[in-house]
């Protein structure tokens, strides 16, 4: 049996608030998106995933989930306009793929586990089709504006959650034929005659509907959060040049600024600072000043191995801060483009990167300007 996942995340998701969709707003330092592919690529029981999406979405895909997917090979097709249009789609590029068995996940479901995935596709494996509920345990009110009009049993009720799962070749045959949007693939498979067996749910696994629960599944993550902080801290001295490089960027000045490498010494404390929240030593463990390799090397070399050792060991970086130390230049003019270019090496929002600039009242080696020195913190979070 190969079983592919079918992640459906083509939708507006209006009622969760935000200005972009709800699947790729953060939840606990990670887009909603991004936690949903990553249960699945982390499977050893799921052999592909297909992502679908807006065409609309394309950008926001490739700029905020496309990061966090560094080890892991998604498919992308484009979805429709109703759920069960999207969820065809994406049946629809995996036919004649050799697989056989398919799990379709909603994409607001970031919390779903590897334990869940795994009781699915055993029924599914042993029955031909499962897919999870919780039973229903309040009771049940029928009512017309905000009065009761009565009750209903709730014997036999299931509250359904995703991924459900099915052969291929009967599930699409059903999209295929069903003549109704159905907002749930189970009631798909059941208009179609499938035998669909139940598994235990999870109440973790929730969906991200309304804006308030991007809170409830926060609390859920916090049970199982690991948050590290690191700080980094450098210091180059001027020579003869007429620009400094800061943070990526190229600044005039009447010196540059001396190094092995570029002397980026903003950069190289946010990446020091990265270092040590992993415990992973600092830039000259990783990239020798002995070393001819780095002689004049761009220092974003080194911040992204940072960002990628990090993501490697399953750590978010949530936030930087950066104060650089200097009588001149003046930080000012460029700390809006210096910090944009971080955010991008950074990967993440540039609202959680900060890039600010103070003197030392002209007290010290920075006062004498005889130099520059930064000091960093990072924030990093794994769930």
């Given at each position: 049996?190969?079983?592919?996942?079918?992640?459906?995340?083509?939708?507006?998701?209006?009622?969760?608030g935000?200005?972009?969709?709800?699947?790729?707003?953060?939840?606990?330092?990670?887009?909603?998106?991004?936690?949903?592919?990553?249960?699945?690529?982390?499977?050893?029981?799921?052999?592909?995933?297909?992502?679908?999406?807006?065409?609309?979405?394309?950008?926001?895909?490739?700029?905020?989930?496309?990061?966090?997917?560094?080890?892991?090979?998604?498919?992308?097709?484009?979805?429709?306009?109703?759920?069960?249009?999207?969820?065809?789609?994406?049946?629809?590029?995996?036919?004649?793929?050799?697989i056989?068995h398919?799990?379709?996940?909603?994409?607001?479901?970031?919390?779903?586990?590897?334990?869940?995935?795994?009781?699915?596709?055993?029924?599914m494996?042993?029955?031909?089709?499962?897919?999870?509920?919780?039973?229903?345990?309040d009771?049940?009110?029928?009512?017309?504006g905000?009065?009761?009009?009565?009750?209903l049993d709730?014997?036999?009720?299931?509250?359904?959650?995703?991924?459900?799962g099915?052969?291929?070749?009967?599930?699409?045959?059903?999209h295929?034929?069903?003549?109704?949007?159905?907002?749930?693939?189970?009631?798909?498979?059941?208009?179609?005659?499938?035998?669909?067996?139940?598994?235990?749910?999870?109440?973790?696994?929730?969906?991200?509907?309304e804006?308030?629960?991007?809170?409830?599944?926060?609390r859920?993550?916090?049970?199982?959060?690991?948050?590290?902080?690191?700080?980094?801290?450098?210091?180059?001295?001027?020579?003869?040049g007429?620009?400094?490089?800061?943070?990526g960027?190229k600044?005039?000045?009447d010196?540059?600024?001396?190094?092995?490498?570029?002397?980026?010494?903003?950069?190289?404390?946010?990446?020091?600072?990265?270092?040590?929240?992993?415990?992973?030593?600092?830039?000259?463990?990783?990239?020798p000043?002995?070393?001819?390799?780095?002689?004049?090397?761009?220092?974003?070399?080194?911040l992204?191995?940072?960002?990628?050792?990090?993501?490697?060991?399953?750590?978010?970086?949530?936030?930087?801060?950066?104060?650089i130390?200097?009588?001149?230049?003046?930080?000012?003019?460029?700390?809006?483009?210096?910090?944009?270019n971080?955010?991008?090496?950074?990967?993440?929002?540039?609202?959680?990167?900060?890039?600010?600039?103070?003197?030392?009242?002209?007290?010290?080696?920075?006062?004498?300007?005889?130099?520059?020195?930064?000091?960093?913190?990072?924030t990093?979070?794994?769930?």
């Amino acid at each position: 049996m190969t079983t592919a996942a079918v992640i459906v995340a083509a939708g507006r998701g209006l009622r969760a608030g935000g200005e972009i969709p709800k699947q790729y707003q953060a939840l606990a330092g990670k887009p909603v998106l991004a936690r949903s592919i990553l249960a699945f690529t982390g499977h050893p029981e799921v052999t592909t995933v297909q992502v679908v999406i807006n065409p609309e979405d394309a950008a926001l895909f490739e700029t905020l989930i496309e990061p966090h997917l560094t080890d892991h090979a998604v498919q992308i097709c484009h979805g429709g306009a109703e759920r069960s249009d999207s969820v065809l789609a994406g049946l629809r590029a995996l036919d004649g793929a050799r697989i056989s068995h398919v799990l379709i996940h909603d994409a607001a479901r970031p919390l779903i586990d590897a334990a869940l995935i795994s009781r699915v596709l055993t029924a599914m494996r042993a029955t031909g089709a499962a897919a999870p509920a919780l039973t229903v345990t309040d009771t049940l009110w029928q009512g017309t504006g905000d009065r009761v009009t009565g009750a209903l049993d709730r014997t036999g009720l299931y509250r359904a959650q995703t991924p459900q799962g099915f052969a291929l070749d009967a599930i699409l045959s059903a999209h295929e034929t069903s003549k109704d949007a159905l907002t749930d693939d189970v009631q798909v498979g059941l208009a179609a005659g499938l035998d669909i067996t139940i598994v235990a749910g999870n109440e973790r696994n929730i969906k991200i509907t309304e804006a308030s629960d991007f809170n409830r599944a926060a609390r859920f993550l916090g049970e199982h959060m690991d948050i590290r902080t690191g700080n980094g801290f450098d210091v180059h001295a001027f020579e003869t040049g007429d620009h400094v490089v800061l943070c990526g960027i190229k600044i005039p000045h009447d010196h540059a600024l001396k190094g092995h490498s570029d002397a980026d010494v903003a950069m190289h404390a946010v990446t020091d600072a990265i270092y040590g929240a992993l415990g992973q030593g600092d830039i000259g463990q990783w990239f020798p000043p002995s070393d001819p390799q780095w002689k004049g090397a761009a220092s974003d070399v080194f911040l992204t191995h940072a960002v990628d050792l990090a993501a490697r060991e399953g750590f978010t970086i949530t936030h930087t801060d950066c104060t650089i130390i200097c009588e001149l230049p003046k930080i000012g003019p460029h700390a809006a483009t210096m910090r944009a270019n971080m955010a991008g090496l950074l990967r993440i929002d540039e609202s959680r990167v900060s890039v600010k600039a103070t003197t030392s009242e002209q007290l010290g080696f920075t006062g004498r300007k005889e130099g520059i020195a930064a000091l960093a913190t990072a924030t990093l979070m794994k769930t």
